[in-house]
T-cell receptor
Framework: KAGVTQTPRYLIKTRGQQVTLSCSPI?????VSWYQQTPGQGLQFLFE???????NKGNFPGRFSGRQFSNSRSEMNVSTLELGDSALYLC????????????FGQGTRLTVV | DQQVKQNSPSLSVQEGRISILNCDYT??????FLWYKKYPAEGPTFLIS?????DKNEDGRFTVFLNKSAKHLSLHIVPSQPGDSAVYFC???????????FGTGTRLTVIP
């Protein structure tokens, strides 16, 4: 059974640009959550999608957005990139509803220059 | 406000001995706790979890203990192996939610 797949693995962008990251959850998993990991702030929750609807949102500015498709694949978009957006972005998938374990992808390393 | 805390940034243990990683939380609404292992530039790997209705859960060499009154949980690894060397994160989730609150991690080094 394939795990959580995130693409691309590495990305370099310039300040002011926008970026889209992709996540394919484990087959059958309908909940996809996104997290940002930085050395200073640790792992922080961005948002969660379930059945194509954003169900929960963390404390991030509106420049961070996401969506989920009918096949449960999810994308995360960051607009007007800032240097501080450089981080490892992680996607986690869960089976359904709430509860149970969350399984993470390998992440996308975004560097903003 | 850090709702999940791992106060020891690092821990070194001899191979074969027990590793004990600690985690404290402040939110009494958390009802599910998880431990993850992480290598640099990779996603966290799920290790073991525990529901708030239990006080212990075992899986092979890994055991998690939960003390709800103290809002404290710990991960025991016995015996420790060099391959266990990684950063360990404690995470917690509230009722009816999927978002996880993570601690800042403890770097475990198992010395051969």
């Amino acid at each position: 059974k394939a795990g959580v797949t995130q693409t691309p693995r590495y990305l370099i962008k310039t300040r002011g640009q926008q970026v889209t990251l992709s996540c394919s959850p484990i087959s059958g998993h309908r909940s996809v959550s996104w997290y940002q990991q930085t050395p200073g702030q640790g792992l922080q929750f961005l948002f969660e999608y379930f059945s194509e609807t954003q169900r929960n949102k963390g404390n991030f500015p509106g420049r961070f957005s996401g969506r989920q498709f009918s096949n449960s694949r999810s994308e995360m978009n960051v607009s007007t990139l800032e240097l501080g957006d450089s981080a490892l972005y992680l996607c986690a998938s869960s089976l359904a509803g709430t509860g149970g374990e969350a399984f993470f992808g390998q992440g996308t390393r975004l560097t903003v220059v | 406000d850090q709702q999940v805390k791992q106060n020891s940034p690092s821990l070194s243990v001899q191979e074969g001995r027990i590793s004990i990683l600690n985690c404290d939380y402040t939110n009494s609404m958390f009802d599910y706790f998880l431990w993850y292992k992480k290598y640099p530039a990779e996603g966290p790997t799920f290790l073991i979890s525990i529901s708030s209705i239990k006080d212990k859960n075992e899986d092979g060499r890994f055991t998690v203990f939960l003390n709800k009154s103290a809002k404290h949980l710990s991960l025991h690894i016995v015996p420790s192996q060099p391959g266990d060397s990684a950063v360990y994160f404690c995470a917690a989730r509230g009722t009816g939610a999927n978002n996880l609150f993570f601690g800042t991690g403890t770097r475990l080094t198992v010395i051969p």
